[in-house]
C-alpha cells in the first residue's frame, strides 16, 4: 500500500510539474502571454526594431484578446469559430505587414507560409 501511495504521489508531481511548463492551459498562457510570445518570434524572424515590437505587441494582444471573446461567445460551434479566427489572423497578419519594411514583408509572408505547412502537417498527424 505504502508503495503504491508513493507512485501515485509521483505521477501527481509529474503531471503538475508538465503541466506547468506548458503554461497550464491548452493555448499556452493569458493573450498578454501569447501576445508576448507572438511577439518575441517575429522580432527574431525580422528582426524588429523597438518601435516596431512595441506595435506589434499591440497588434498581437487585441487579437489575442478578440479571439478569447470570440472562443467563449462560439459555445461550441467549431467551424463559426474557426472562420471567425481565420478572418481575425487574416486582418492581424495585414496591421502586422504596415508595421513592416518591404524586406520584412517578404521574410514575413516566408514565415507565415512555414507556419501553414507546419500546421497542416501537425493536423495531418505528421508531428506534435
Known sequence: MKKLMMICALLFS???YANAQQGGGRMG???????KRN?????EKLKLTEDQKTKV???YTA???EMAKAREAASGDAS???EKMMKMMGE????????LTDE???????????????MEARQNGGGK
Not at 511577439?39 to 522580432?43: H, M, N, S
Open 14 to 16: 509529474v503531471i503538475t
Open 29 to 35: 498562457g493569458t493573450p498578454e502571454e501569447r501576445a
Open 39 to 43: 511577439t518575441d518570434q517575429l522580432a
Open 57 to 59: 505587441l499591440a497588434i
Open 63 to 65: 487579437q489575442n484578446g
Open 80 to 82: 463559426g469559430m474557426r
Open 92 to 99: 492581424t497578419n495585414t496591421k502586422i505587414e504596415a508595421v
Open 104 to 118: 520584412q514583408k517578404t521574410t514575413f509572408k516566408t514565415y507565415l507560409e512555414e507556419r501553414k505547412k507546419a
